[in-house]
């Protein structure tokens, strides 16, 4: 049998958040503007800007973005992440062929990965700051009710393998 790999951090303690993982075949934008029409708060895609006179670029350069999409609200202090539990991330490479005609050509290939390997088959996942449980549970009944999601399942934080790597996101 395979080995897991778990994901362990210092400043991670898995409490009792709920997480909310639904299932759709829906691509990401779809189904985040129907969430956004159906809980009545605007979610934005992740987006970060690269200057390339900065030092600390050449860090971000090296770093991986995922895509996600978040609602916040500042007054309130909450927070909604919905996060794509499948993504795709190209990998680029310098050509290691120094004597041909592509020797300064980029080589880019795709890798897939799972964010959430014990829920390899939840499309997406929802982590909330800032909410009451009773506050993510009715949320998750609207989903459920609104046909939006072909299934919609919720979770403790501390009862899921690696939910570590959704708190990442900022």
Not at 37 to 48: A, E, G, H
Not at 65 to 70: G, S, T
Not at 152 to 159: D, E, G, I, M, R
Not at 161 to 166: H, P, S
Request: hydrophobic share 35%.
């Amino acid at each position: 049998m395979a080995a897991k790999n778990l994901m362990k951090t210092s400043d991670y303690v898995p409490d009792d958040d709920i997480l909310v993982g639904i299932i759709s075949k829906d691509p990401p934008y779809k189904i985040c503007y129907l969430m956004s029409k159906l809980l009545s708060r605007r979610f934005v895609i992740n987006t970060k800007y690269k200057n390339k006179e900065n030092q600390e670029d050449k860090i971000l350069d090296k770093s991986i973005n995922l895509e996600y999409f978040r609602w916040k609200s500042e007054s309130k202090g909450k927070t909604i992440f919905f996060v794509p539990n499948r993504q795709e991330i190209e990998i680029s490479e310098t050509s290691p062929i120094y004597p041909s005609l592509y020797a300064n050509d980029d080589i880019v290939t795709t890798k897939s990965m799972t964010l959430i390997p014990a829920w390899k088959q939840i499309d997406y996942i929802m982590r909330f700051e800032g909410f009451e449980h009773q506050e993510i549970l009715e949320i998750a009944k609207k989903i459920k009710t609104s046909k939006i999601a072909q299934l919609v399942v919720t979770s403790q934080t501390s009862k899921v393998e690696n939910a570590v790597t959704l708190y990442f996101f900022d």
